[in-house]
């Protein structure tokens, strides 16, 4: 899925391409996609564009009257830059938006459709889309502490949770968790004051670092090459392989259809974290509640 570093690089990409620009037409191949009804899709055609704004994992794409069409890509989307008038052929080719300079289409790998529009007015409806979480870019360490804690739940959950923290996934939390030394399955309500300073230090300096990468990455070109497995990362995707730090071997924890790349030497005292192990004592990596000891 992309995630905050992915979004900030397309709107990076977006924003000279298509603010200042009027929306001729709006192409669907599925109406599944459409996931509301009022205002209609077409009331966005013909009105110019004003702002191209990201709300989590999600893009907003503002007209003149207040109107937004919100894009969630969800796993699998991807958005592409195409001549005018691009063809939606294929079977995974599902909206495109005509603008006299191009077309963005959106395309969907795979047979599961996940991938969503939003047509919304005003601001007030455009906040309704939003899940909630903190910017991590716009907060006090404070703030970040009193967030992730609030509820006792492992690290990684908490990152990925978009009630918590704004717009980060699978991947960027295994690269956060990793640059922190922090285990992901330890224990919000058990961290001390300098791993939580750690972790705020390492959050926000991560994706920074990516979203600089990818940013400059899309200078030449629009982002084609989204994917949740970039050359460069830490441990997410890197199963096997050497850790960068310490060469220790990069271990995963799987559960259901999320997998966890952490180092054991950096991040869990040398600990190789068992599936099993942790279905024995009722912990899921991604989904703890137990409750820390007083």
Same mark, same amino acid.
């Given at each position: 899925m992309p995630e905050l570093p992915d979004v900030a690089a397309y709107i990076a990409a977006l924003e000279p391409r298509i603010v200042g620009q009027t929306l001729e037409r709006v192409r669907l191949a599925s109406v599944a996609l459409l996931r509301t009804s009022s205002p209609a899709i077409t009331a966005l055609e013909g009105r110019t564009v004003r702002e191209v704004r990201r709300i989590g994992k999600r893009i907003a794409i503002g007209v003149?009257?207040?109107?937004?069409?919100?894009?969630?890509?969800?796993?699998?989307?991807? /958005?592409h830059w195409r001549a005018s008038g691009a063809k939606l052929g294929g079977r995974n080719a599902l909206a495109a938006l005509d603008f006299p300079n191009g077309s963005l289409v959106l395309t969907e790998a795979g047979s599961k459709r996940r991938a969503s529009l939003h047509v919304v007015e005003g601001e007030e409806s455009l906040?309704?889309?939003?899940?909630?979480?903190?910017?991590?870019? !716009?907060?006090?360490?404070?703030?970040?502490? #009193?967030?992730?804690?609030?509820?006792?739940?492992?690290?990684?959950?908490?990152?990925?949770d978009a009630h918590v923290i704004d717009g980060i996934?699978?991947?960027?939390?295994?690269?956060? /968790?990793?640059?922190?030394?922090?285990?992901p399955i330890a224990?919000? #309500?058990?961290?001390q004051p300098?791993?939580? #300073?750690?972790?705020?230090?390492?959050?926000?300096a991560t994706l920074r670092t990516w979203i600089d990468r990818l940013c400059d990455a899309g200078k030449d070109g629009f982002p084609?090459?989204?994917?949740?497995?970039?050359?460069?990362?830490a441990v997410h995707g890197r199963y096997g392989k050497a850790c960068p730090r310490c060469g220790t071997t990069i271990r995963r924890?799987?559960?259901?259809? !999320?997998?966890? !790349?952490?180092c054991p030497a950096c991040q869990?005292?040398?600990?190789?974290?068992a599936d099993r192990a942790l279905s024995r004592l009722g912990i899921s990596p991604l989904r703890s509640n137990v409750k820390a000891s007083p």
């Open positions: 003149e009257g207040d109107l937004w069409l919100v894009v969630h890509l969800m796993i699998a989307g991807r /958005l906040a309704t889309i939003d899940r909630g979480g903190i910017d991590v870019f !716009n907060c006090d360490l404070e703030a970040f502490v #009193q967030a992730m804690g609030a509820r006792n739940h492992t690290l990684k959950r908490a990152l990925t996934g699978n991947a960027y939390s295994d690269e956060i /968790l990793h640059a922190a030394r922090l285990s224990l919000t #309500q058990r961290l300098a791993e939580w #300073q750690r972790l705020f230090d390492a959050t926000r084609e090459r989204v994917t949740a497995f970039r050359d460069g990362m924890i799987r559960y259901a259809d !999320n997998e966890t !790349n952490y869990t005292g040398g600990k190789v974290l």
